[in-house]
């Protein structure tokens, strides 16, 4: 068994669950097979930190963590458009987004 399937088989297995709670699991699940940026990613990062060097410490960071939140999300939302547009093309309706 797939480990998407081992991931929701207990909700599935409860008479109700909601949707946003299955969602987030699969993203969890997404998350564990999939811990590592892409090599461009990471030369992105690279750039983005030799750039921020030059800055003070606090806004370094401040930078940073908000690069990080935005680059986070965006993967977040684009996995779960991606299990929208499957289920879709699967069964032609979409669980509402998180």
Not at 69 to 78: N, P
Request: with cysteine.
């Amino acid at each position: 068994m797939n480990d998407y399937m081992k991931a929701i088989l207990p909700y599935l297995k409860e008479e109700t669950f909601e949707a946003q709670t299955l969602q987030a699991q699969l993203y969890r699940c997404y998350q564990t097979l999939h811990p590592y940026d892409s090599d461009t990613v990471k030369a992105c990062f690279s750039q983005l930190d030799s750039i921020l060097q030059k800055l003070p410490l606090r806004e370094y960071d401040q930078i940073w963590d908000l690069t990080c939140m935005i680059s986070g999300e965006c993967e977040r939302a684009a996995f779960l458009e991606g299990l929208c547009v499957g289920i879709q093309l699967s069964f032609g309706e979409c669980l509402p987004p998180l």
